[in-house]
């Protein structure tokens, strides 16, 4: 889950140049985002899983050097 108030701070900063349609509530458009992003994040943590862990073959010499690290 994301914290909303980093999101809508992000969203502040980076959306100070850009007019958003009045029929769009600050509110509902920070929802969509974080759906948005919610959703990427997950497929990104997916991918990374299955390239960490080798597709279910892992490398555990390398994952004992990470652990190291």
């Known amino acids: 889950m ?4 980093v999101i809508k701070g992000f969203l502040e ?5 850009i007019k958003i ?6 509110e509902n458009l920070l929802q969509a985002f974080c759906n948005y992003v919610e959703d990427d994040y ?3 943590l997916n991918d990374n899983y299955k390239a960490f862990f080798n597709h279910g ?4 010499s390398w994952i004992k050097e990470m652990v190291e690290i």
Do not use: G, R
């Not at 900063?13 to 140049?17: G, R």
């Not at 349609?21 to 600050?26: E, G, L, Q, R, V």
């Open 42 to 44: 997950y497929e990104w």
């Open 57 to 60: 073959n892992p490398d555990w």
């Open 2 to 5: 994301l914290d909303k108030d």
């Open 21 to 26: 349609p009045k029929d769009i509530s600050k």
């Open 13 to 17: 900063d980076n959306l100070a140049e």
